[in-house]
């Protein structure tokens, strides 16, 4: 008996692991600072509309003339679905965006989670609350 509890506590202990490990994995403030706002100007190049996040690929211009992409996490497919949004409205139609973006935490280059997507036409999605930082602008 002492030995099937014993395998018990260690299962148990094994998930809750598991089970704190994936809550970190998919909480926007582990994995991207949400003290930090970045502020892109461009054009949506790509929408990965898949699980478990859709991925939306924002072309900037840079500095100097160059192009850089970023990948930009956003809500799940099931989330953006019940918010009667598609790929199709994401991608913009070509016309130039602002996007705010919470920076990935690692620092990780051209890597972000989408808050605020605004287009040139005035229509916007908010997938995130402000920053702490940005929202008594």
């Not at 600072?33 to 790509?46: A, I, Q, T």
């Not at 100097?64 to 139609?93: C, F």
């Amino acid at each position: 008996m002492l030995g099937s509890a014993r395998t018990r506590l260690l299962i148990s202990s094994a998930l809750l692991g598991v089970a704190r490990f994936a809550s970190a994995h998919h909480s926007v403030a582990g994995e991207f600072d949400v003290h930090k706002m970045v502020r892109l100007n461009g054009v949506v190049s790509k929408v990965d509309w898949a699980n478990p996040h859709i991925y939306v690929h924002v072309s900037v211009k840079d500095d100097h003339g160059g192009i850089t992409e970023w990948r930009l996490e956003s809500v799940p497919v099931a989330m953006m679905r019940k918010a009667g949004l598609s790929k199709e409205m994401l991608l913009g139609h070509g016309q130039p965006a602002t996007v705010e973006v919470y920076p990935a935490r690692d620092g990780t280059p051209h890597l972000g989670f989408m808050v605020k997507i605004t287009y040139v036409d005035g229509h916007h999605y908010q997938f995130a609350p402000d920053s702490p930082a940005t929202a008594a602008r």
